[in-house]
Structure formats: structure tokens, C-alpha cells
């Protein structure tokens, strides 16, 4: 039987609150906040961290991840398409061969591994952090995001008198999925338009999602699903390759903008 070092309550309290504080400070400026730690957020943070780009990945759940985790129907199986089968062999996730150019795979293996990429990158995470709106500078351009915790939310509205904060960053990123959060938020003042989400056609919603992956307003890039929602594209069910795929090339972007 193990016998643990000594640690007294204080000591356990003060070692969460004096790194968590350090980590806060030190990402309230980063170079990119990515919103919504889903497949295509997670991997867009990994790509980037990777490249050495501070990075900020930001999930109103107390959990990492999206649909990710639990594939379709609450069948915890992902399918992925070719090419997309490649990211599974980069991150080292077993799979199996159903069709031609169709792979399936756990999703929770797939989500972990997936997540301990972008850790072992060097993503810093805030859990149970709602998006509240944008910050917008001259112009109109995005330099940041105003945030607060998700349960302020649910809070009877007479007691919700709980100021969010700001958070800066170079680049914003759109992972939020089909509520296209970020994107809708400047939708309000009138500054795009998007055109919602069409129906279900798996054939082709992966590649134009991909294709239309790119930045929608100064500062702002979307990808995954919100670029469905965004520019009117078919929806995609339970398959994530088009994800994985859209997370990277706006990782690129956002690689390319930063080094001007």
C-alpha cells in the first residue's frame, strides 16, 4: 500500500488558484483564441501551438471535444473519409476499413488522442467559458472576445448581474459548429450575413466545408460546421474527416496572416 506525502487542504487550494491565475494572466493577450474545442477547434489549436503560436481554446462544456466524443445517434463510433484517414495515422488512432476510402473509428479514442495532441502542443484551455460577444476595434476588426463562465447563464435573470471580461487576441477563430456563435455575433450589428445550414449530403458537405474554410470578416476565420452555417453549405451527420481537415487549413491561415 502506497504511502502519500503529506499535503494539507490550503496547500492543495493555493497550488490550483496560483497556477490557474499564473495561466489566466498570462493568456488574457494571446495571439489566437480559438471558440469551440470540438474536432475541428482542437485541431486547429494543435497546428498552430505546434508551429510555436500562442494559443487560447475556449468551451462552454466542462468537457473538450464536441460530438467528437459520441459519434452518431449516441453510437460512440466515428466514421472518417479519405483523405482524412491520415490525421487518424499522425495521431496514432486505430481504425478499421468499412468501404472504400471509409474508415471507422472509437470516438473516444479518436477525442483523446486528439485532445492529448493539442495539450502535448502546448493549447491552454478554458473550461465552462462562454462566449458573450466580440471585441471590435477600428474598422470594425476583431481583436478579442468578451467571455463569462456558462453557468452565469442559467442564472435567474434578477441575479445575473455578472460582468464578463475581455480576453485579446490577434486572430479570433469560429469553431462553435452549426450555431456559428462568433459569426452570428457580428451578424447582429449588421456586419455579415450568413446563410444557414442546408440539409444533409455527406458526398459533398466535407470538401466545401473545407473549401470555404477562410476568414469571414478582419480577424475572424471559421471553420467546421460554422463555415456550413456561414456560407449555406450541406450539413454533414457523423462523419468528421471534412472537421479534422477544415481545423488545419485554419490553422494555415491564421499561420500565414500572423507572419505579415
Not at 45 to 65: M, P
Not at 95 to 110: I, M, Q, R, S, T
Not at 161 to 189: F, M, N, Q, W, Y
Not at 251 to 258: D, G, N, P, Q
Request: proline content about 5%; some cysteine; overall charge negative.
Amino acid at each position: 500500500m502506497p504511502i502519500f506525502e503529506k499535503a494539507t487542504e490550503s496547500q492543495v487550494t493555493r497550488a490550483i488558484v496560483e497556477n490557474f491565475s499564473k495561466q489566466f494572466l498570462e493568456y488574457a493577450e494571446s495571439d489566437v483564441i480559438i471558440i469551440g474545442a470540438g474536432p475541428s477547434g482542437l485541431m486547429a489549436a494543435k497546428e498552430l501551438s505546434q508551429k510555436g503560436v500562442k494559443t487560447l481554446l475556449i468551451e462552454r462544456n466542462n468537457y473538450l471535444g464536441g460530438g467528437f466524443w459520441i459519434g452518431g445517434y449516441l453510437m460512440n463510433k466515428v466514421t472518417v473519409r479519405a483523405p482524412a484517414h491520415e490525421i487518424l495515422d499522425e495521431l496514432g488512432i486505430p481504425y478499421e476499413k468499412v468501404n472504400e476510402g471509409l474508415f471507422v473509428a472509437d470516438g473516444p479514442h479518436a477525442c483523446s488522442r486528439l485532445i492529448a495532441a493539442a495539450c502535448d502542443a502546448g493549447v491552454k484551455t478554458l473550461n465552462m467559458t462562454k462566449f458573450d460577444d466580440l471585441v471590435l476595434y477600428e474598422e470594425n476588426r476583431v481583436g478579442g472576445v468578451v467571455v463569462n463562465w456558462t453557468p452565469v447563464s442559467a442564472l435567474p435573470r434578477e441575479i445575473t448581474c455578472v460582468d464578463p471580461i475581455a480576453l485579446e487576441g490577434k486572430i479570433v477563430v469560429d469553431g462553435t459548429g452549426h450555431d456559428a456563435t462568433v459569426v452570428k455575433s457580428l451578424e447582429e450589428r449588421g456586419l455579415i450575413k450568413t446563410r444557414g445550414m442546408n440539409p444533409m449530403w455527406v458526398d459533398r458537405s466535407e470538401e466545401m466545408v473545407v473549401e470555404y474554410t477562410s476568414e469571414v470578416h478582419p480577424g475572424l476565420v471559421v471553420i467546421g460546421m460554422a463555415v456550413a452555417t456561414t456560407f449555406g453549405l450541406p450539413r454533414m451527420g457523423p462523419t468528421f474527416g471534412g472537421m479534422l481537415l477544415s481545423g488545419r487549413k485554419g490553422a494555415e491561415i491564421v499561420y500565414e496572416k500572423l507572419q505579415r
